[in-house]
């Protein structure tokens, strides 16, 4: 902090905390919580005190604090009411890389416009979020803290995380409370609007809710349905233990407060073969694909043999002329004579006919 810084610092504490209230002014009745907390500013580049627009202007790494609430940004803006009190800050507005504190959370967004004497302020921005050691609120609108009620509200499209499991709603507001030994945490955060609840087992939807950190327990009102997979249950009450997994529906206590649940068993038997319908378009079969081709079987090896001598090409001899066919003289037709009549033969003897033998010569 530069000298100049730090000298008109401690001049704003000094006068926060001993300047009477002046004649004809209205008295603002201010919260408990920040009516006699002193209010510090200071800043790494120095302060700017604007008399004529009655401002003073923090830059680089601007800071304001006021008790446990601290707020930091890349400039801070205070702005006094009085012309004779130059200490009566009314107003601070904080732009650039905003970071509102106060243990066990931080704000941030875009810009904040914190009302001094009434201890509350509105963060607004881009990528909107309050974060705790454990949850986690995000909003697309705004986020407004207020220490009298030590709340944080989030608007528009709000979503808390706590692990895998989410609460989301068009508005969530998230209360503090400190125990007895001094410490400060999260103590509800109530849901309003479209409220859902999603968990790795099932979705929870109602109208309202009510999330309580100390046991982790959630409870919707106003048409609540669960959606387990494909069953789904209805009432109008429902409590989530986002620790154990345990989910219970009521329903009311006169008319039609049943609850009612539509279930799907899963069965372990296979389902019931079911011919198709007839197409009403022409089914085209689609090609078989070629079958493929068989394996043959390897030839048996020859056994080893001695080669066979090489025998000498057999050349036919050249085929033998046909003998020319000797064709016989026609014979010319002669006339048929009668032949000679032969003499009669003379008569044979009477005498016996010898036969001749071996050693007969002829």
């Known amino acids: 902090m530069t000298k100049p810084a730090a000298m008109l610092t401690v ?3 000094v006068a926060m905390m001993t300047a009477p209230v002046q004649a004809g002014d209205t008295p603002v009745a201010a919260p408990a919580a920040t009516a006699a907390i002193p209010l510090e500013i200071s800043a790494d580049k120095g302060l700017v005190w604007d008399r004529a627009n ?13 008790g446990e609430m601290q707020v930091t940004a ?3 803006i205070a702005r006094y009411a009085g012309e004779d009190s130059a200490s009566d800050i009314q107003t601070v507005t904080a732009e650039g890389n905003v970071t509102l504190s106060q243990p066990p959370y931080n704000a941030y967004g875009d810009r904040a ?5 009434q201890g509350r302020a509105v963060l607004t921005g881009a990528n909107l979020r309050i974060v705790t050691p454990d949850e986690r609120l995000t909003a697309q609108d705004r986020i407004t803290y207020d220490a009298a009620a030590g709340q944080m509200t989030a608007e528009g499209g709000a979503v808390m995380t706590r692990g895998t499991d989410r609460l989301s709603a068009s508005t969530l507001i998230a209360t503090f409370a400190t125990d007895a030994a001094g410490t400060r945490a999260l103590d509800t955060v109530t849901a309003e609007g479209g409220v859902s609840i999603t968990t790795p087992r099932e979705t929870i939807t109602g109208k309202r809710g009510v999330y309580r950190a100390a046991t982790q327990q959630a409870e919707l009102t106003g048409g609540v349905v669960i959606v387990q997979g494909p069953n789904r249950l209805e009432g109008t009450r429902a409590t989530v233990d986002m620790k154990t997994g345990l ?9 039609d407060g049943r609850v009612r649940g539509v ?14 319908a007839v197409a009403s378009k022409p089914v085209v079969a689609q090609p078989e694909a070629a079958p493929p081709p068989p394996v043959s079987a390897p030839a048996p090896e020859k056994p080893a043999t001695a080669p066979l001598p090489v025998a000498a090409p057999v050349v036919d001899p050249a085929p033998e002329k046909p003998a020319a066919a000797v064709s016989a003289p026609a014979v010319s037709a002669l006339p048929l004579t009668p032949a000679a009549t032969a003499p009669p033969a003379a008569p044979l003897p009477d005498e016996p006919f010898a036969v001749p033998t071996a050693e007969t010569k002829p």
């Open 54 to 66: 009655r401002s003073y202007t923090a830059k680089g790494r601007a800071e304001v604090r006021q």
């Open 74 to 76: 890349d400039q801070i």
């Open 11 to 13: 001049l704003l504490l």
């Open 247 to 255: 989910s219970q529906l009521f329903g009311a206590g006169a008319g």
């Open 113 to 117: 416009d914190y009302d001094v004497m």
């Open 263 to 276: 279930f799907y068993p899963k069965s372990n038997k296979a389902a019931p073969v079911v011919p198709p």
